[in-house]
């Protein structure tokens, strides 16, 4: 590896540059073993994959990457996965460790039938990822041109993929409607868009409705909020927070 490669090194700088296109990320959290050549020389390493997409991966790793430069990768998933790629961003965690963009540059067809079974595998355990969480979540629900006054619904369900919700107010079914999520009452409230997919009368005088929301395009910031969200709701933690009010709803009464 020569001089001017050294000072690319991802070692001594903090790159945080986007992603040109919006990739559907599928959630991965598991480490794999790779091989790796880069300059002429192999190395074996080991990756941690935070997510991968049809475009590549998001990675941690203490490898002394080089940005931009053109890599050939084997990683031992179930079965070997070979493609070339290179490093187009990352961010410095400290203490050696990087967090990446692993970009695809070509991948065989054989491989690529690799690469689609490894995504079809991790989407499938997301699917599978519905928390039950039965707590009353505020938010608001945009009608017409503005988001109204706040509702309190109960959240029968939440996942990556959507909720079920009980709401006194029938919602536009077939259509694609806007909801501003109060999860956290120390964080901005999480924008989404869902389809309306099903709702249902409920009670003895059908007082309520049961609505089945599927997200719309949700962006890698809100995944990334759900996913935690969803996690600490799994470990309990949530529980203790949403049991007393959450939000007042000052923060934004202007939107």
């Given at each position: 590896m020569d001089s001017s490669s050294e000072q690319e090194s991802f070692a001594?700088?903090?790159?945080?540059?986007?992603?040109?296109?919006?990739?559907?990320?599928?959630?991965?959290n598991k480490v794999?073993?790779?091989d790796i050549i880069m300059g002429g020389e192999e190395h074996k390493c080991r990756l941690y994959v935070a997510d991968v997409s049809e475009g590549g991966f998001k990675i941690t790793s203490d490898y002394p990457f080089v940005k931009n430069v053109p890599l050939l990768v084997t990683m031992h998933l179930k079965?070997?996965?070979?493609?070339?790629?290179?490093?187009p961003w990352g961010r410095d965690l400290g203490a050696g460790m990087h967090a990446l963009g692993l970009r695809f540059l070509s991948i065989e067809p054989d491989q690529k039938k690799v690469l689609d079974d490894f995504i079809a595998y991790y989407t499938s355990k997301e699917k599978a990822k519905v928390y039950r969480l039965n707590k009353i979540i505020p938010m608001r629900i945009k009608t017409g041109e503005s988001f109204p006054e706040p509702f309190y619904v109960l959240t029968i369900e939440i996942s990556l993929m959507g909720m079920k919700i009980s709401h006194d107010t029938r919602l536009p079914e077939g259509e694609i409607v806007e909801f501003k999520l109060y999860l956290d009452p120390h964080t901005k409230p999480l924008e989404v868009k869902a389809h309306v997919v099903s709702q249902k009368e409920e009670g003895m005088l059908g007082e309520n409705y049961i609505i089945n929301l599927e997200f719309i395009d949700l962006s890698y910031e809100a995944r990334e909020y759900l996913t935690s969200f969803i996690d600490n709701a799994m470990s309990g933690i949530i529980e203790k927070k949403i049991s007393r009010p959450v939000v007042m709803f000052d923060e934004d009464s202007s939107t």
């Open positions: 001594p700088v903090n790159y945080d540059e986007r992603r040109a296109h919006q990739r559907k990320d599928v959630r991965v794999f073993s790779a079965v070997p996965f070979t493609f070339t790629a290179e490093i």
